[in-house]
């Protein structure tokens, strides 16, 4: 509007269905864990209450050009490969030791040269007594993600062939919750076509309570951007996990 504020909210969500699934079995200690962490796209490490690497997974060995063997019994600060790493993640480490409770966080690093943008959940492992004593960090790189999300919001109509190209669904709705776009992306996700969700409330896709979800929205309007888990609903009925990256819009002289 003329006064700046935010007219709505710019989402892009991206499908984790598979990826909560994959969560639950990296939590097994087994032989198989080895065998399905090193064959996942993400990077995968495990760390002990000392914080030492106990394992970490094909992905992370390839970006850091680290043999995984080498990081064995490891901290960050001394595997070698500069102190950034060591700084961003060891304090969230801690925090999850401390609180056993998840942590989720997006994070840029420098890889090679090259601005790396991660999107990362620390999972604890319980003893059967309810003691942390390890931690897995799975780590997504969304660096696509985001040069989309900047590419929208600073010129739209310059980057819809993008946006409509991109494999992360985009959605973008109003103050009150009306979706005003939407991708090819996110309505095939949702098994409908852009046309059939423009016009509608978030909320009719949404498998969440009006109570949760209107909470969820003043919270986005309110911060300049947040990524948050949300469960949505597809044409079928399907249940569809989702994480989305929330920017609020503002008018052109906001």
Known sequence: NDN??????????????TLKNIERYLRNKGESFGLLANNLPDSVVRFDRNLRHVFANSTFEKMLQISAKSLVG???KEIGYNDELADILTPKLIKVFETSEVIEFVWDFSVNGD????????IPELSVRGVCESALIISRDITEQKETEKALISSEEQHRKLVELVREGICRIDKNGIITFVNPAFAN??????PDMIGNHLLLFANESI????????KLLSQIQVTEELSLLSKTGKQIQTISSNTPLYAEDG
């Open 4 to 17: 700046g504020d935010r007219t709505g909210i710019v989402a892009v969500f991206s499908d984790i269905s």
């Open 74 to 76: 490891k901290t960050l």
């Open 115 to 122: 601005k790396i943008v991660f999107e990362s959940r620390i």
């Open 189 to 194: 996700l949702l098994e409908y076509s852009p």
């Open 211 to 218: 109570q949760k979800f209107n909470k969820d929205q003043q």
